[in-house]
């Protein structure tokens, strides 16, 4: 079953996707999150019955679901159990599959003590359990792949170091000739510095870079 993700977190995935072979699913999923919502970064999809698999869009947003808020909230993974229920069959929208399928476990992505980053869903249509093994491991796994999520989602990624020190100066409402002082420039070397990382960064005013970096992953989120 084909992986989909963008080229340069593959391997993470692919390794990913190995060890999750070890934890009876059909669906797993990982996800960051920004600004209250999830950014898919990879993910084995569900295939349609009698198909091979096609692939589903990643780096999409998409909703927390009430089991996956919980979760991030209370920091600890939370596991759904449908053993009284009969295998689901495949939703109508495939962004629905969390709603319908009997058999979910969500494993919060942080660190020790640490602000949850991202989610790891793994899910089965059929009735089943994760038993404690199961569930140790797979938190195991999210924490491992805390640095990956917030390297994945920063915002300032393809900055270079001082751009990015330029992007960070901005958002705490610097003026050109503040930032030409703070980082000792001539300051329209500076106000072109800052005209590349807005352009770069794809925003039309100072004011957004802000915001930007305010949804950043290991920020607020809605509880």
Known sequence: MPVQTRPRTRDTVRRLEAALALVRQERWMLTGLRGGRMVV???RPSPPEGSGGAGAKTQRVCEL????????????????SGLTLEAAPPPADDEEWESSWPTLLYAPVAEVQERPVGLLILGSRRPSWYDDDDISYVCALAATLTTFVLAALDPLRGLSRAERMV?????????GGEVARALKLER????????????????????????????????QWSA
């Open 41 to 43: 970064l990879g993910e």
């Open 65 to 80: 679901s009430p089991l996956g808020r919980r979760s991030l909230y209370e920091r600890r993974p939370v596991a759904v």
């Open 167 to 175: 992007a960070y100066l901005v958002a705490e409402g610097l003026s």
């Open 188 to 219: 329209p070397e500076a106000i072109q510095v800052i005209q590349n990382v807005l352009k770069k960064l794809k925003l039309r005013s100072r004011t957004q870079v802000a915001e930007l970096l305010e949804s950043a992953p290991g920020r």
